[in-house]
């Protein structure tokens, strides 16, 4: 913090008027007072910012030095080992709610209503493609692959909102790498109404999914993929 100072000489009267009373004149103690007193308090003030400064600067490498992340899917009490005394900070993912405000002499339990995880982006995609019936992925142009990352041996269930005018097919199926050209994927043909709600266990690192006309997109909403085989409510795309 840079701090400016009064660098006049001190100042000698030449003259004083001895037939006026003080408080009527600025004579030189009072220049000179007015200069020592605002350099004095300019100097305090740059002191205690240094200070302040430092202190802050001190305790937030003890912030970092003593961050703590733990994450847990599901928990009905969370114990951290080794906590510092500065504030802690408990970020609940999901849609939940509490009846109350909670303090230490008073818990009031967060219900959850939803897992709020979805992992389908219409972001990720392979555009220009589809699954031929051979098992290999070929251009088609116009068509787009949207590819979603899953767990062996994992259920998951995709969900999705139809209005009266969604109708037609989709390709879908599995491979053990996000697709490209040429790559190999299993095959598989159904109807629009039978990918909503369907619940699926795969050995493959990826679902693909090709709206056989793509704009039957525009009948679609609210899609939603995530593990287990109960519907959640929905929300946007994201993995944590």
Do not use: W
């Amino acid at each position: 913090m840079e701090i400016k100072e009064i660098t006049y000489k001190n100042k000698i009267a030449i003259e004083e008027d001895p037939d006026y009373p003080e408080e009527n004149q600025v004579t030189d103690e009072n220049m000179n007072e007015i200069k020592e007193v605002v350099n004095y308090n300019g100097k305090k003030l740059k002191e205690v910012s240094e200070i302040e400064l430092q202190t802050l600067q001190e305790e937030n490498k003890k912030l970092k030095s003593a961050l703590i992340n733990v994450e847990t899917e599901e928990a009905k009490s969370l114990h951290i080992e080794d906590a510092s005394e500065v504030p802690a900070q408990l970020k609940v993912m999901g849609n939940q709610e509490q009846d109350g405000e909670p303090s230490p002499e008073n818990e009031v339990e967060v219900k959850c209503l939803g897992s709020n995880k979805n992992l389908f982006s219409l972001n990720n995609k392979l555009e220009n493609a589809t699954i031929s019936a051979n098992g290999k992925i070929s251009t088609l142009n116009g068509a787009n692959l949207y590819y979603i990352e899953i767990k062996n041996n994992v259920e998951y269930i995709l969900s999705m909102l139809l209005d009266s005018f969604a109708q037609g097919n989709v390709v879908y199926g599995f491979s053990d790498a996000i697709p490209v050209l040429n790559a190999s994927a299993t095959y598989n043909f159904t109807n629009i109404s039978n990918l909503n709600n369907m619940i699926f266990t795969s050995n493959s690192r990826y679902l693909i999914i090709r709206f056989v006309v793509e704009s039957q997109l525009n009948h679609i909403s609210n899609i939603k993929l995530e593990q287990g085989k109960v519907v959640t409510s929905y929300s946007p795309y994201r993995t944590r």
